[in-house]
């Protein structure tokens, strides 16, 4: 009874952290299949692709060493991180109070909200893309709404901020979808209970609720932040030339001119990069487990 | 009826089994029957209406010489580099944009033996040494009748006139730099084109950025098509088969037909392919005047045989660039020119379409 109690009050993170200590011995060859793909299809080509960047066409750095003296490749790295940080936090502005509204409504309306998150996902992006162009151009509905009411039409289409709405839309299920495991697995007399002892009803939500839920924020941030980092027909459709991503630089040398190793080079700083930022931000996401662990 | 009489030749020596003298006049556009029974023949193409056409036009190809005809696609040429690398080459024809093949010649794609093709139906200047064209089209400029009205723009130089000619301007972005957009955009800065060097590319491309940040590169063909539908942009670079279609679909907008960029795709054999011969077989078979006319009446595009007289109704004609008048106004760009900068031009291309 205490046992189910206490687990009861974990979060999803700690409650997997519990399961992993009665781990069997031997259950981590079920991981055998999974690793197998992952090796064949991910970690050999992988390895090709940083190969080539060390020696296509001749043995050394000369690949790394001309991106890096590139302004072009600088700005547009840079570009890429940027808005892949814009689309996470524009995503998970979105995503929270909807992740939230889906733990509290009844469930017909339940049911219609993961329809309305899960419907974009049967339609391939590019359809998706083409629909912003048709809303977002200066000649299209958002404009013409806009004209109509005698104001006068913003610039959305080939700007960074109809690159990000465009991204976000896509990227939005991503969010959702793990924020709102999470909460649901949340106990709400935990609120109930906070209150009775005194908390006004935002602080309960903001020192017993946020908490609890930064698990799922952080595992739908860190998926919707390195999708961003390589989208590619989003920004090219809704995009201009000041919102080109990387991968369009990296699609260019691989396609269009043939320097596989160039692009392989430019895939590799993409993906270290990912994960320096990664590593610098896991003590931060740590930290806070703790803390909310304390606090619950 | 002279046609006829060769071909009847070709037939009997053919079973007469003389080969060799059956291989000495390939005419465009025969094949011999059943000659490629059992074999089988990958032919790459864009996919779409084109290869679909394409396809069509080589069906009395096909259905003659026995072959199967397998379709892939679109052309990559990077696929083609892994199969050559690889040594195992599994694409036969390969239909490739305006540059490639000059610039891969004899590493990705084979140097014809122009004594297995008919290529005297041809427009002339337009085999290479690796490479015969698969269609004509331009790259036309199209304005935006309500913007300009009386005064509209006359060729390229007022493309680049910013202020004699304001307004949005929309130019192809899909993929490797347009030398001839590039030699104009020189010729604007008051350059001359025939006598660019290499650092002059960068002045060109300066040119194109001076047009302002407004400025559209469109991406696909498809979107130049809808920029035009949907007005969009006041002038418009354009392939005039897109360009076509946005006018039948109702785009108000008017072709310039001064200094028309003349571009076309390449008909290439890639190194490596298992049956050499059948592959120029296909080809021969495919710059018939025949094959032509149906590849035209199927996808609007210009014919590579002069002798080809499609059936199109008027808008179609309105577009196709084989007329001597459209044949007296286009520009040709300067292809070695850029088949030696291409590296260059691209890097400049690129820094210019991200925004640097």
């Known amino acids: 009874m205490t046992a189910t109690h206490d687990e009861g009050l974990r979060s999803a993170v700690d409650r997997s952290a519990f399961l992993s200590r009665f781990r069997p011995r031997g259950a981590v060859w079920l991981a055998a299949p999974a690793v197998l793909v992952l090796l064949v299809v991910l970690a050999y080509p ?14 050394g750095v000369d690949n790394y060493v001309w991106f890096f003296q590139s302004a072009v490749n600088r700005t547009v790295l840079q570009r890429t991180f940027v808005v892949a940080a814009w689309v996470t936090l524009v995503s998970l502005i979105c995503a929270y109070p909807y992740a939230y509204a889906m733990t509290i409504v009844g469930k017909n309306v339940r049911l219609a909200l993961i329809l309305c998150v899960l419907v974009p996902f049967w339609l391939s992006g590019v359809v998706r893309t083409l629909a912003w162009v048709i809303l977002l151009q200066d000649s299209g509905v958002i404009n013409s709404i806009l004209r109509g009411l005698g104001l006068s039409p913003v610039k959305l289409i080939r700007t960074l901020p109809g690159v990000v709405i465009g991204m976000t839309q896509v990227l939005l299920p991503f969010m959702i979808l793990p924020i709102y495991s999470v909460m649901k697995g949340i106990d709400t007399r935990l609120l109930q209970a906070a209150r009775s002892l005194g908390a006004k009803p935002w602080k309960a939500f903001l020192q017993i609720y946020v908490p609890l839920s930064l698990p799922g924020v952080y595992a739908g941030a860190i998926i919707v932040f390195i999708l961003s980092l390589g989208f590619y027909i989003t920004p090219a459709l809704l995009g201009g030339p000041r919102s080109i991503l990387l991968s369009s630089l990296v699609q260019n040398q691989v396609l269009s001119l043939l320097n596989w190793g160039r692009g ?14 990664l590593a610098l931000a896991a003590p931060l996401m740590r930290q806070k487990h703790t803390s909310s662990r304390r606090e619950a | 009826m002279k046609k006829f009489a060769r071909a009847l030749a070709l037939t009997m020596t053919c079973a007469l089994a003389l080969p060799a003298f059956a291989q000495d006049k390939p005419v465009a556009g025969e094949v ?19 290869q679909d056409g394409q396809v069509a036009a080589l069906k009395e190809f096909v ?6 005809l397998l ?10 580099k892994a199969q050559v690398d690889a040594g195992n080459v599994t694409w036969d024809v390969v239909d490739t944009a305006d540059l ?28 290479g040494e690796c490479s015969v064209p698969a269609m004509n089209y331009g ?10 009205k009386d005064n509209p723009p006359k060729n390229w130089i007022d493309f680049f006139d910013t202020e004699k000619f304001p307004g949005t301007r929309a130019i192809d972005g899909s993929g490797d730099p347009t030398g001839g957009l590039i030699e104009q955009a020189f010729k604007a800065t008051g350059g001359d084109p025939k006598a660019m060097t290499a650092d002059d590319i960068e002045k060109g491309i300066q040119k194109l950025r001076d047009l302002g940040p407004d400025t559209i ?22 392939w005039t088969g897109r360009a076509m279609t946005a006018v039948k679909n109702g785009a108000a907008y008017t072709p310039v037909w001064q200094d028309w960029l003349v571009v076309m795709d390449q008909m290439t054999i890639p190194v490596g392919v298992k049956d050499t011969d059948a592959a120029y077989a296909l080809l021969n078979a495919y710059l018939g005047a025949n094959a032509q006319a149906v590849l035209t009446e199927k996808t609007s595009y210009t014919p590579i045989n002069l002798d080809a007289k499609p059936k199109v109704d008027d808008t179609t004609a309105a577009f196709l660039t084989s007329t001597p008048e459209r044949i007296a106004q286009g520009y040709q760009q300067n292809i070695p020119f850029w088949v030696k900068n291409f590296d260059l031009a691209a890097e400049k291309w690129n820094a210019l379409l991200s925004g640097n």
């Open chain 1, 46 to 59: 992988l390895g090709i692709v940083v190969w080539r960047s060390f020696t296509d066409p001749a043995v």
């Open chain 2, 32 to 50: 011999k029957e059943g000659s490629l029974k059992g074999k089988t023949l990958t032919f790459v193409s864009y996919g779409g209406i084109y």
């Open chain 2, 139 to 148: 790259v036309v400029l199209m304005y935006k009748n309500e913007t300009y």
């Open chain 2, 63 to 68: 259905d003659k010489s026995g072959v199967t």
């Open chain 1, 264 to 277: 392989g080079a430019m895939g590799v700083v993409l993906l270290v990069a990912t994960f320096v930022l």
């Open chain 2, 217 to 238: 590169y469109w991406k696909t063909g498809a979107e130049s098509q809808q920029l035009a539908e949907s007005g969009e942009a006041d002038m418009i670079m354009m």
């Open chain 2, 71 to 80: 379709n892939d696609g679109p052309t990559e040429i990077a696929k083609l």
């Open chain 2, 100 to 127: 490639p093949p000059y610039v891969h010649c004899g590493t990705l794609f084979q140097k014809l033996d122009l004594s297995k093709l008919d290529v005297s139906k041809i427009p002339p200047g337009q085999v």
